[in-house]
């Protein structure tokens, strides 16, 4: 099978294959609950949090809708949109039968402080959603700038998206004060696609424990009432939670702060290759992505074509994202991705493009 450098799903080691393939257990056993209750001081640690963290057998879409049902009531929702997953979670909110409003930036571009706050400004908002790192534009927003606006606004809870940006920089959750942040398993953290993990504030259970029209699957208050005895509401993917104990022994073991820089290395090898082949960034400078690069093509490159020469030399390649299919390719260098690897992948493309 050819090697995925796509944003997501990213390629699975083998080490975490093994894990999902270990025997099944009862979800409701003692044996499952030292599983749960095992790993949870790692994953609070990992999103630097004194709240329990949750674990979804779904995508990272189910939580995207569940904050949104668990957190906004009567008032409203400001989506902050700046890509195809942020723009999505419009049109998510709205089929949730929630009051919806756009804060809408170029795709290219990333949500600011300022553009927020004149946003908020309006009032009657119960929530803001962001998207962290989007990656079909290869933007990252500036987390703490947005957290420092948000603190003018104590009534609105910030649900925060890092799917792709979890565990690559550091998101500390509690100290930036964000009520519910979220990821998946099949980017950042290179498992198979299926889990979602996320952690509450406070605010934000108190939120929903008033909101009306949670739903079941979702419910943050049934996940906080199951969690308290170590168990997830329903059966959960019990392969997933072995996989991501496999995953935290790797994390830890390397160590999370090396585990950035690690990121930020194999993220500036491609920034080399990008600038080396006199292509340009899609994101602008100070807002790219550490876990994937988003290519401008402004060299014409038959994209297409390219992907079908890496393919037959062991690679699948992102041709890039919706609209911007063939103007844009992005790389990826997230999960278990090494200075080395990504190397060979580069090689792959330069031979490819000869
Ligand atoms: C991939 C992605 C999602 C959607 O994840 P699913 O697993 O398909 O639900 C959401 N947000 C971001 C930033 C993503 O990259």
Request: aromatic share 8%.
């Amino acid at each position: 099978m050819p090697k995925l450098f796509i944003p997501g799903p990213v390629h699975v080691s083998e080490k975490t294959f093994r894990a999902f393939c270990k025997p099944m257990i009862g979800h409701r056993s003692g044996d499952f609950k030292k599983l749960y209750g095992g790993i949870q001081p790692r994953l609070k640690e990992l999103f630097q949090t004194e709240q329990p963290v949750f674990l979804s057998t779904s995508s990272a879409w189910g939580v995207m809708e569940g904050a949104v049902r668990n957190l906004v009531g009567a008032g409203k929702v400001l989506n902050c949109m700046c890509g195809a997953f942020s723009d999505k979670w419009l049109d998510v909110s709205k089929r949730c039968g929630k009051e919806a409003v756009a804060l809408q930036v170029e795709w290219g571009q990333p949500i600011r402080g300022e553009a927020l706050r004149a946003a908020l400004g309006a009032g009657g908002f119960d929530a803001v959603t962001l998207i962290h790192n989007e990656t079909s534009t290869g933007v990252m927003s500036d987390i703490r700038e947005i957290a420092a606006v948000m603190r003018e606004f104590p009534d609105v809870c910030l649900v925060v998206d890092t799917v792709s940006s979890f565990s690559v920089v550091p998101i500390p959750m509690d100290e930036l004060g964000i009520d519910v942040l979220l990821t998946g398993s099949q980017k950042a953290l290179a498992m198979p696609p299926g889990l979602a993990l996320f952690a509450a504030s406070r605010k934000a259970m108190d939120r929903a424990a008033k909101v009306a029209g949670r739903g079941y699957y979702f419910d943050f208050v049934e996940f906080a009432k199951n969690q308290a005895e170590d168990m997830t509401p329903s059966t959960p993917s019990i392969s997933h939670i072995y996989a991501l104990e496999s995953k935290l022994d790797d994390i830890f073991t390397e160590g999370v702060a090396t585990r950035h820089a690690r990121h930020a290395e194999n993220n500036a090898i491609v920034h080399e290759w990008v600038r080396g082949h006199g292509l340009d960034f899609f994101a602008p400078e100070g807002f790219r992505s550490k876990s994937l690069t988003c290519v401008a093509n402004n060299k014409g490159i038959d994209v297409a074509e390219l992907a079908k020469r890496v393919k037959e030399r062991g690679f699948v390649m992102d041709q890039g994202y919706g609209k911007l299919k063939g103007k844009t390719f992005r790389i990826s260098n997230m999960g278990d991705e090494t200075p080395a690897t990504m190397r060979e992948y580069l090689a792959a493309l330069d031979a490819s493009l000869a």
